[in-house]
Each structure stands twice: as C-alpha cells, then as structure tokens.
C-alpha cells in the first residue's frame, strides 16, 4: 500500500442495505475525514477523525456512522442506503487535524456509490 | 455567500497559454490547498501555502493574506493540464472549506 486507499471502486446498491467503505493509509497521520462529492457542489465532509479512538460530525453526518479503532483505517458504514446517498465518497487524510501545522491533504481514488 | 469562491467556474485555453484561476476566501485561515482533479480521477495535491509563493514546474501558486485571495498559474498550457482545480482553505477554528472547482480544459 502507499498513501492512501479505498474499496470499493465501484458499487451499486439496493436501498435498505448496508454499505461499508473501506479506507486505509500507511502515512501514519492523524486525521482523516470522509467527503461525498456531488455535482455542482463542493466536497461536503461527512465525519471526521483527528487521532485514533475519536471521531467527529461534519456538515452532512445522517445516514452514516465512522469508526476509528487505529491509527490505518477509517471504514464509513450507511447502515441502511437510500437514494440520496448515491455519490462520489472520498477519504483523505493529513498530518494532524488541528493546529497551524496539519500538512498537505492527500486523497484516495475515490467510491462511486449508486443507491437504487 | 459561499466561504471560498474560485474564478471562474469553467475555462477553456488553447496549448501554450497562460492561466490564472483565482480563489477569495471570507474567513481567517491558516493555510490554503489547491488541488486538481483529472475526469473520473482522484483528487492530487498541488500546493499547500500560508504566505507569499510557490513554484512546482509550471505550476505557480499564490497567497495574499491581507486580501484573502489566492491564485493558480499555469505557464505554458498543455492538454494534460484539463482537470478540474479545487481551491479549499484550513480556517483558524481548523475547518476545511472547499470551493466549488474550475474546470479546466486545454485544446491542442
């Protein structure tokens, strides 16, 4: 593995299942966050993790869940999909989360979700 | 009003242009991020800067703080250059605020 990575690349979806995103990087950062890219809009953050052991909400947190057991992965879960949710997800991460010195920002390829 | 703001949405250039993309913010921040991504691509990390300039090949990127803007430049255009470029800035209260994109798009 370098840098950062994803799975899957691709998925389509029933509405009412359950969906869990992997993400795993070997930079040994802090933080990581998961975003959802939708056309016309900027990258929205879903939830966030600034060390191992915490997780915070971002801007549009419903219908997703984050855990953070280590310091290499970061899976997001939609417990129970619906439409609205079918989207680009990308996870990316940085030195640190806080501070002035939370370094360059680096992104996975990218999860193209479809809900049906 | 949205907090990060880049210009213009779209361009189109010919091979061998110049290019200027521009990125005002409206809050406090302690640094800003340009970023590009190709169609269909990941997002690739060009430039991290809290003051004055940066220079990687022919890519220049620049910050002024006191009027809260930044700017992308591109010398000598290519067609590999198409992508869409992302301007996001780290506030004080260490929130990332992304812009909306430009797409880019260079013809030979």
């Known amino acids: 593995i370098a840098g950062i990575t994803q799975a899957p690349t691709s998925q389509i979806l029933a509405a009412g299942r359950r969906m869990t995103l992997r993400c795993t990087q070997d930079m040994r950062h802090n933080a990581m966050y998961w975003y959802r890219q939708d056309l016309g809009l900027g990258l929205r953050l879903i939830h966030y993790s600034n060390t191992a052991g915490t997780t915070g909400k971002g801007e549009v947190p419903d219908g997703y869940s984050v855990s953070r057991a280590n310091t290499d992965d970061f899976p997001l879960t939609l417990a129970s999909a619906v439409p609205s949710q079918t989207s680009v997800y990308f996870c990316?991460?940085?030195?640190?989360?806080?501070?002035?010195?939370?370094?360059?920002?680096?992104f996975g390829e990218g999860s193209r979700l479809t809900v049906l | 009003k949205n907090e990060v703001e880049q210009s213009p949405q779209n361009l189109t250039a010919q091979e061998g242009e110049f290019i200027t993309i521009n990125c005002s913010y409206s809050?406090?921040?302690?640094?800003l991020h340009w970023l590009q991504q190709h169609p269909g691509g990941g997002i690739v990390s060009l430039f991290m800067?809290?003051?004055g300039k940066k220079k990687h090949g022919r890519l220049i990127a620049t910050i002024n703080i006191q009027e809260k803007h930044s700017s992308l430049h591109i010398t000598a255009s290519h067609p590999r250059d198409s992508a869409v470029y992302i301007c996001a800035v780290r506030s004080n209260t260490d929130k990332l605020i992304f812009g909306t994109g430009t797409r880019l798009q260079v013809f030979p």
């Open positions: 809050v406090g921040i302690s640094a």
């Open positions: 990316a991460s940085s030195r640190s989360g806080t501070g002035a010195n939370t370094g360059e920002l680096f």
């Open positions: 800067l809290s003051s």
